[in-house]
């Protein structure tokens, strides 16, 4: 009789525990949330809009920069006017312009177009053209899906959208375009045959400029438009394709002239079974033939014989010989 109030002690107890670390789990979730949310608001972000996608600390310029630009500062105080022909600068409309102090980017990203203040000594400054920027891709030998070797050739148009990432994401980003334009080109048309390849430029043109803009995102460049130029096949393809073409053409030119010999012979028929049913239409057309003989003034005229008279003169004969047996 002792055990049951034992064991109902017991549950008790292990209720009473649970329920205490359920609460004190709870109070920690609490306390840990502002910290994420602190943490996830303080952790930074990649993109167009996220400090430029420069992979660098918050620090400063420390004091030994701060002591450079001082001195810079006074260099250009001392030595002004004649300071103002290397402090002040000009960028374009179509350009801006990147300012590394210390190796360090100005806040406030690119700067221009107009004209803008630099320190001497203390300031690096690169310009990026924001035009649009043609190249063409060089001739590419690719082997397609079916076997077939083609020289394919394209052009590219891009430009960039954002100069600092243009500067700091990649050391050349026009001519790391023109390398990955290369090899897109041979990737995309290796998957293709020579019949999508020659009928279907326009969708692989804007699937390789889909795959492009995606390659070239993190430069900071933008590709606008690709075309195919031109797609150079082998001297015996372009000779074997030219014969199977030829061939296709006379089978087609051959079965043309035989639906036209057929109608041709039935119209024939039904003339013939017309003309067969009054002799007297025959004669008219021996003389309508003549009528358009005469109209072209020929000088020697054919005249046909009917068939009756050779009839009715070989029956004559036949007779006359027959009596004189």
């Not at 660098?56 to 002004?80: D, H, K, R």
């Not at 600068?89 to 700067?111: C, D, F, N, P, T």
Request: proline fraction near 5%.
């Amino acid at each position: 009789m002792k055990t049951v109030p034992e064991s109902e002690a017991l549950l008790s107890e292990r209720r009473a525990m649970t329920e205490q670390v359920s609460r004190t789990r709870r109070s920690d979730r609490i306390e840990q949330s502002p910290v994420m949310t602190s943490k996830q608001h303080e952790r930074p972000t990649t993109g167009f809009g996220s400090e430029y996608d420069i992979r660098n600390s918050q620090e400063g310029l420390g004091p030994c920069g701060w002591v450079l630009v001082v001195i810079s500062y006074i260099m250009c105080a001392l030595t002004f006017p004649f300071s103002l022909c290397v402090t002040v600068k000009v960028v374009q409309e179509y350009e801006r312009a990147v300012i590394m102090r210390l190796g360090r980017i100005l806040s406030g990203g690119a700067k221009g177009p107009g004209l803008f203040f630099v320190l001497p000594c203390v300031d690096s400054i690169i310009k990026v053209d924001l035009r649009t920027v043609t190249f063409d891709v060089p001739p590419q030998e690719i082997l397609t899906r079916d076997s077939v070797t083609v020289s394919v050739d394209a052009v590219v148009y891009f430009r960039i959208f954002n100069p600092i990432i243009s500067v700091t994401n990649v050391e050349n980003s026009r001519y790391s375009t023109q390398l990955l334009a290369a090899t897109t080109l041979r990737n995309i048309l290796g998957t293709k045959t020579l019949q999508e390849i020659l009928c279907d430029r326009e969708n692989i043109s804007h699937s390789m400029q889909v795959h492009l803009d995606e390659g070239t995102d993190p430069w900071g460049v933008k590709v606008e438009r690709v075309e195919i130029k031109d797609v150079r096949l082998p001297v015996n393809m372009q000779r074997s394709m030219a014969a199977e073409a030829e061939a296709a053409r006379e089978a087609r030119a051959k079965v043309i002239a035989a639906e036209g010999e057929q109608k041709a012979s039935r119209s024939l028929k039904e003339a013939a079974d017309v003309i067969n049913e009054s002799p007297i239409a025959l004669q008219l057309r021996y003389l309508q033939t003549l009528t358009h003989i005469s109209a072209e003034k020929n000088s020697t005229i054919v005249f046909p014989i009917p068939v009756e008279l050779l009839k009715l003169m070989k029956t004559r004969n036949e007779i006359h010989v027959t009596n004189d047996l």
